[in-house]
């Protein structure tokens, strides 16, 4: 790749290309909005990406990775984190031989997502350095920076980036270079690696030395920038922030923060020393302002009613003013729905019409929840449809806990839908329970990702297949049914009433590909066949699957 050329990218395109340009050893991640791409992207380059079942998984792989020496980037959208935590937690501890950089993929404004929380504070809680790009040229060059940090200090790096900096497009110039990686190699460090109490003490000890150094390291070195301008007004801002900020107040001195996690507070005391009046512009929680004044340095911050949902140029030039007035309602847009011809229509019209209540889960059949429907009752996480529902169950009067059934995706059953299943069996209900899993063959509300149940990798390669009604089975579940509600509904209605009247353990499997996947499926199958037969043909299917993978979104 040319390295003075222009190229239009987004953010996550930008990580990509940085992850392939620095030869990063694995890409490995689960897709969720807005982080998705980036691993599209990377294995589109050519790079080892890989879906895991789910973000701890994917998590743990990128550490094992890291310990062998090698480079490794683990992908996620927010919420992701909050599964992959566990290791995360610990793998500050154990610090890294390689490289590791976790990308959190915060959505404020819940454009796709069922909260808004914000990832910064991981970063504190778990003690780990973090990065925060403010468009596509800093996503490309943060993330060389964060593989170069992670290195340096044997530290995993978290780069948490934003829902408008994964989508938009900005220019990009790739003129950093960093040095390609050393052949991998594991060296044995039982105490640093095996967690015991009287190991993780000590590396304990040794975190907080490293976070010291990077401290310092960010208040000399760090990827901040300061704007002088004129004196009356400072603001400091990190992140898509800035440019609002940038646009609203362009004569104002800025210090833009680029690590965020540990702050160079020191420069930012010396910053507010020259001005006479000094605003923090963030979106999110008042993660900086807090943490600022927290060092006794005196700042603005934003008004309660800023903290939801995205800032934009209006919003900062309200904050700039102390504007705490009524904000505009914005037009009320088209409400999401299932696809006409959705297979989970005849399965949500027949839970509605049996008065069934619905432990609901993510996935595109959340729209369940939306009329004419109507017909989810909780929808809590990724996994929850079935300990919820068997929540329910236990506790309530034996006529309702009769009626409860657990509805979840063929991805969200790999992804954590598995333990439920588990917990199913070793506590059941007194009356039985019933779970509901709509297979429609792809992770359909991310864009058509492979998962463990479609025997595809990534990059649509055929790979071992997890069958779910095996699965039940050898767990001990007897009655496993898999049926295609749109193929027969009436058997599928009656098949969901004989299911809640037995007051057994139930496996449901209503099984019919998505509309917008079932071509593609098919196209799959026919190359892994032609492979499996040695055909000729096995090249030209190769690059029609290659060419329909790279342009997924």
Known sequence: MN???RYLWSGDEAVARAARDAQVAWGVGYPGTPSTEILENLAALGGKARWSPN??????????????????????????????????????YTGVSGALVIVSADDPGMASSQNEQDNRHYAVAAGVPMLEPADSQEAYD?????LEISHRWHTPVLLRMTTRVCHSQTIVVPNRRIEPPPPADFQRDIQGRVMIPAYARPAHRRLRK??????????????????????????ITSGISYAHVAEVAPDASILKLGMTYPLPMERIRLFVGTVQRCVVIEEGDPYLVEAIRAAGIAVEGKPEM????????????????GDTSPEPVPPRGKPPQLCQGCPHRTAFTVLNKL????????????????????????CVCMGASI??????????????????????????????????????VYNPPPQGHVVLVLDNGTTAMTGLQEHPGTGRMLNHEPTGKVSIEALARSLGITNVRVLDPAADPAGFEEALRQA????????????????????????????????RSGCDCQAAGNDQVSAGGATQT
């Open 210 to 235: 490293k976070l010291t150094e990077i401290e310092a390291w960010n208040e000399s070195s760090g990827p901040n920038e300061e704007h002088k301008g004129k004196p009356a007004l400072g603001i």
């Open 142 to 146: 943060f993330t060389l920076a964060a």
């Open 387 to 424: 300990t919820v529902g068997l929540g329910l169950r236990h506790t309530l009067p034996a006529e309702q806990a009769r009626r409860v059934v657990s509805v979840i995706g063929d991805s969200t059953f790999m992804h954590s839908g598995i333990t439920g299943l588990v917990e199913m």
């Open 355 to 378: 008065g069934c209540i619905v432990s609901g889960d993510i996935g595109c059949y959340t729209l369940g929840v939306l009329p004419p429907f109507e017909a989810m009752d909780t």
């Open 306 to 321: 800023y903290r939801y949902g995205e800032l934009s140029v209006e919003r900062v030039r309200r904050i700039l003013a």
């Open 500 to 531: 809640l009247d037995a007051e057994k353990l139930t496996l449901l499997v209503a099984r019919r590909p998505c509309l917008l996947a079932a071509g593609k499926i098919r196209e799959y199958e026919k190359t892994a066949e032609l492979q």
């Open 55 to 92: 973000e701890k998984t994917a998590l743990e792989v990128g550490l094992g990775a890291a310990f062998a020496g090698a480079r490794a980037l683990v992908t996620m959208k927010h919420v992701g984190l909050n599964v992959a935590a566990d290791p995360l937690f610990t793998a500050a």
């Open 3 to 5: 390295q003075s050329q």
